[in-house]
């Protein structure tokens, strides 16, 4: 079987899943953006890589590229992990004999009086579209996807990936050593909730010494102006690439997301390290963590819980130890790559008998 893998970029993940593929036999070639750092691994792996840079959903170019790739190869299907590369995808494949998959990580975004949605997750043509979460697979059936087309798979992660690797210093952020850090990750938009957060920490006494780590790109205005009033206890780095490492160096991960999470990546990187979670009530994150076993579930918005949340679990030090335990054991038993990669080749496998051709 040969698969078209039609993508931008490749998270961890991402890569070991496509290593998996190819160990199980199935024959994949990667169309990603074509940057060193993000094939490196893939080339390693000797899994074909070829540059794909697609602009947007109707990018022609991109198109015309794909389709010579399907028509002249031989592929019997493709697998489009981004909203361009499905749109592209399902273009360059019109009147082709194959079967098309497409995988959709968050909630959202998708309505049925949107034209461009019929070119991507509800386009009839679709075979399946792999979910992250269970949260994602009833988004979209609300929408109006056949459920005989939706199927969840999470995104697996491995332990080891992590236990590897010496966790950083906090204190290049000026974070003293003695504080008790709690952390966000993630690229700050406002359906983050990350000003929530914020609202939380400042609510909280100084002499609790709270610190608050935020890991990522800035794209909510009203972020920094509220960490300007907190009085040094708010601490960005911007993007790093060893966001994971920094998540485990601290005590709690927080998500205070307000809507469309699929199943934030963090969250399984924090707890594959032992840090236990404070997530809101949003998409799939209470699918991975447990309220009251692997850490606290609180309502989105609400700032108020949120500090009742991270006090707690301040208070609570061998509470805190034991969820991250369990944290860590919820990853090893239900959200490993192992599973991941078993379950995405059967699904292959599935869709390709439906096709083969005689």
């Known amino acids: 079987m040969r698969i078209l893998v039609v993508t931008g970029t490749n998270d961890r993940s991402e890569i070991a899943l496509y290593r998996g593929l190819a160990q199980a036999g199935i024959a994949l070639q990667i169309a990603c953006e074509p940057d060193e750092s993000n094939t490196r691994e893939l080339v390693t792996a000797n899994i074909p890589v070829r540059p794909l840079h697609i602009r947007h959903k109707l990018d022609i170019g991109a198109v015309r590229k794909l389709r010579r790739w399907l028509v002249n190869e031989g592929f019997d299907g493709f697998y489009a992990v981004s909203g ?70 999470y995104k ?11 966790k950083p210093s906090l204190s290049e952020f000026g974070i003293p050593a003695e504080a008790f850090v709690v952390c966000f990750a993630g ?32 794209r909510d205005r009203k972020v920094k102006k509220l960490a300007r009033k907190i009085n040094g206890r708010v601490h960005f780095t911007g993007f790093r690439t060893d ?97 991941t990669i078993k379950n995405t080749v059967s699904l292959f496998l599935q869709l390709h008998s439906k096709y083969e051709k005689p």
């Not at 983050?192 to 890991?215: F, P, R």
Request: glycine letters at 8%.
């Open 84 to 153: 361009k590369a499905l749109a592209v995808s399902m273009l360059a494949s019109s009147g082709l004999k194959m079967f098309r998959v497409a995988y959709r990580g968050t909630c959202g975004h998708v309505k049925r009086w949107n034209p461009v949605s019929w070119l991507t997750y509800l386009n009839p043509r679709i075979d399946c579209i792999i979910c992250v979460s269970e949260a994602v697979r009833k988004y979209l059936q609300m929408q109006g996807v056949s459920s005989e087309k939706l199927v969840t798979i």
């Open 156 to 166: 697996g992660h491995d332990i080891a990936w992590y236990e590897r690797q010496q």
């Open 187 to 218: 690229t700050v938009r406002p359906v983050k909730g990350v000003d929530v957060l914020l609202k939380a920490i400042a609510s909280l006494s100084a002499s609790e010494n709270i610190h608050c780590l935020v890991i990522g790109k800035i």
């Open 243 to 339: 966001a994971p490492l920094l998540i485990g160096a601290s005590h709690v991960l927080i998500m205070p997301s307000l809507a469309r999470e699929g199943l934030p990546r963090a969250i399984i990187e924090a707890m594959s390290q032992r840090v236990p979670v404070i997530g809101t009530n949003v998409g799939g994150i209470p699918e991975i963590v447990t309220d009251g076993q692997c850490g606290i579930i609180v309502p989105p918005g609400d700032s108020e819980s949120i500090a009742k949340a991270i006090l707690f679990l301040k208070q609570n030090p061998e509470l805190r130890r034991q969820m991250g335990n369990n944290s860590q054991q919820k990853v090893i038993h239900n959200f490993n790559i192992e599973s």
